[in-house]
């Protein structure tokens, strides 16, 4: 298996511009979660998914962060409008179980 | 809940000498706990996992710990450092029952001086 694909790797956009961040969990794994990494607040847990479901997403931090997941094989995390503080490093892993996370490569987003 | 104290942000060992990284935890019920190693521009990458059974657990690149329930503790070490092993390294755990995400340390990044 190819691991999880996050996409894209870099991500610059404006202020105020849509961003949508796309992964691609691990086949067969049926939790996914997206965190954030800043160096002030480390590593965050935004939301997880559990069979395709939100199940909680009290780490997403404004009404601007949405997250759908429409199948088993894709999420996608979306910034609209985005902010300069967004600027993050933005982590999809996917579990069987919850016993283990796999992680992606990570999406850099800057916003300016 | 459960929450992870990495004691220590930053560490620094010369190349050969013991790597000791500092993980306590707290957890209402019985955890499962794990080391992960962040490397430059990278995910992260399991390094080894507690879950039941022995408590010293072996991982990849010569590292292990010790789940250390009256200690609530699960340090990482490795006997002999290389500089290969400069990195990010966290802690994480999760409840042992049910399925809840994990729950990371801020992490510690290791240095290692020639």
């Known amino acids: 298996d190819a691991g999880v694909i996050q996409s894209p790797r870099h991500e610059v956009t404006e202020m105020g511009q849509e961003v949508t961040l796309r992964c691609k969990p691990i086949s067969g794994h049926n939790s996914l979660f997206w965190y954030r990494q800043t160096m002030m607040r480390g590593l965050e847990l935004l939301i997880y998914f559990n069979n395709n479901v939100p199940i909680d997403d009290s780490g997403m931090p404004e009404d601007r962060f949405s997250a759908k997941m429409p199948n088993a094989s894709f999420s996608t995390l979306k910034i609209q409008p985005s902010e300069p503080r967004d600027s993050a490093v933005y982590f999809c892993?996917?579990?069987?179980?919850?016993?283990?996370?796999?992680f992606g490569q990570g999406t850099r987003l800057t916003v300016v | 809940a459960q929450s992870v104290t990495q004691l220590g942000s930053h560490v620094s060992v010369s190349e050969g000498a013991l790597v000791l990284l500092r993980c306590n935890y707290s957890s209402s019920v019985p955890p499962y706990l794990f080391w992960y190693v962040q490397y430059p521009n990278q995910g992260l990458q399991l390094l080894l996992k507690?879950?039941?059974?022995?408590?010293l657990v072996k991982g990849i690149n010569g590292f292990e710990a010790e789940f250390k329930k009256s200690e609530t503790s699960f340090h990482l070490t490795k006997p002999s450092a290389h500089m290969s092993d400069a990195a990010e390294y966290f802690c994480a755990v999760s409840p042992a029952s049910g399925n809840t995400p994990l729950v990371f340390g801020k992490g510690t990044r290791l240095s290692v001086i020639a």
């Open positions: 892993a996917s579990s069987l179980e919850v016993t283990e996370a796999f």
């Open positions: 507690y879950t039941t059974g022995a408590t």
